[in-house]
Each structure stands twice: as C-alpha cells, then as structure tokens.
C-alpha cells in the first residue's frame, strides 16, 4: 500500500498515465522472458531449429555461438577448458553483458524470475511476515562455495541443481523430477524469504551483477526533488536498497542508481505516478535538485500564513 494514499501500489501511476503505461516494463520483461523461452523450444516442440541448445550455451542459425560465462568459469575451474566456440559465445554474452548490465539477465531474460515475481505477488496478497532474511554478503559466499566445489569435483557444480535448466527440462520432457527444484523456489520465496532466491541466494544473478558493475545502462531518479514519499517504487523493486543514494541524495550526490545489485527491471519508472525516475547510461552527469530542493521551495508555514 503506499504510505501517504492507502490506495494499492501503482495505483496512483495507472490514474495518472493510464494502466498500460503504468506496466510498460514489467510488460517489456514478460515478452522478453517468453520471446528468448521460446526461442529454444522451437526445435524441441516443433522442429524449428533456428537456436539449439539451451541458456547455459546455444547456438543460432549455425552461425552465433552464445555461452554463460559463469558455466565457462565453472568449467575452467574444474579443469576443463572450453572449446573455442565456447569461449568466444562466452566472450559474447560477456561483454554484452557488462555493458548493459549484468543483472538484465535476471529481470529480463531469466525464466526463474516469473516464479519468483509470481511468489511475491502472492506472499503480499496473503499478508504474510517477511521471513526469514539471509545477510546481505550471503550471496556472494553461495557464488564462491559453487566455485569452490567446481575445483574439488572437476564437475560444472550449479547445472546439478540450477532451476533454470531445469524449468527448461521439463518444458521439453514434461512433468518430472525437474519440476521440484522450481516449485521450491516458488515456495521458498512465499513462506520462508521474501524475495529471498534472486535477492541473496542466487549465484547465477550474483555473478552477472559482478560482472555489470560497470554497465553502461542505468536508472536514474533525476526529479528526485519531485518525489511525494509514497513509497510505491520501495514496494516494487526487487533490490529496494540500491534507491535510497539515489532517490534520497542531496545536492551534488548523483541521481543515478549505480549499485550493481540493480536489475535494470523498470518498475520503479511504471509506479511512479510523479515520473521521478528514467532510463539513461552511466556518463549522465545531468545535475538533478535533492530531496532538500523541494524544502527549499516550499514557503514556511508562518510566511504562508501572513500571506
């Protein structure tokens, strides 16, 4: 609920810009997710082959070689390097990443995320507690140990257990074992952590948001001196700590949420009915008034009343 108007998060933005503007993104998002998900079951289900394999490596048209770069570490680390097509599909995925942002793979490509979105939506429908939240470092140390048992087996340790490949297994073989590891991240995300999966757990985001650190793209909350306090971007971003420097930031701090944690998603820029927030890239060095601007503006109560 936002904070000043009691009314349902978003609400405000869908009064003022009308629904499908206040849902552009998260639209934008599930037509990505489901435009790369099928994709690659084209062959499977239809024989149309125009992308073989999978998104821990692919290949399009015969031609364009598409590796995850934290499958290649992985490989590297248990001693078996990768093929040349896989390291330059690495190289790829890589660069294109860091520049324009790791974690868009999570809120854009991933086809875990609908789950977890799905799970959150239903954990605040129900009213239940936050839950349990693993500290903010958690994530980092899940991302070294799957390293680290990489090394000792000589085995690419996450495939064992990655939800995603095995979302897309069971896509393509049906119903199966497969399933269990997607149902418990949906169900660890309603009843044990609130977004707990792609928040702290996750090494596959871990890694790609190591790797964007330095991304090009970003958001930026350039009218921050507009903003009303209504908490609704708060209530929809997944990473709800990486707008505050931003969002409260004072005259001379920057505007632009530079936190690497930042899934790129938009839905801050859909909720906000006071449009504080935007897409840019990183170099825009546009001055934007902090929050203290608008205090500034404003006449004291006193004078306001002499008046």
Known sequence: MSAKTKLPVGQ???EEFG????????????ASQLLFLS?????????IWWVKGNLSGSMTF???????????VQSIVAGHWPELTGLIGALIVGVAYALIGGRVYCSWV????????????????LGLQKGWQPKPGTRYWVLA????????????????VNPISMLHRGLIFGMGFAWAFVAAVFLFDLFVSRRGWCGHLCPVGTFYGLLGQKSVLRVTADKRADCDDCMDCFAVCPEMQ????????????????????????????DVCAMDVFHFTHRFDDTPAPGRDARERTQPASGASRAA
């Open 12 to 14: 405000e933005a869908i």
């Open 19 to 30: 629904w499908l503007r206040a849902h552009r993104f998260l639209l934008l998002r599930r």
């Open 39 to 47: 994709l690659f079951l084209l062959g499977p289900w239809f024989g």
């Open 62 to 72: 015969d031609i364009l070689p598409l590796t995850d770069p934290f499958i290649t």
């Open 110 to 125: 991933c086809p875990i995320n609908p789950v977890t979105d799905g799970a959150h939506w239903l954990h605040d429908k």
């Open 145 to 160: 140990m799957v390293i680290a048992v990489s090394a000792i087996t000589g085995t690419i340790a996450w495939e064992i």
């Open 242 to 269: 990486v707008i505050t420097p931003a969002l409260r930031g004072k005259d001379g701090d920057t505007p632009l949420i530079l936190a690497p944690d930042c899934t790129n998603c938009g839905r801050c820029i």
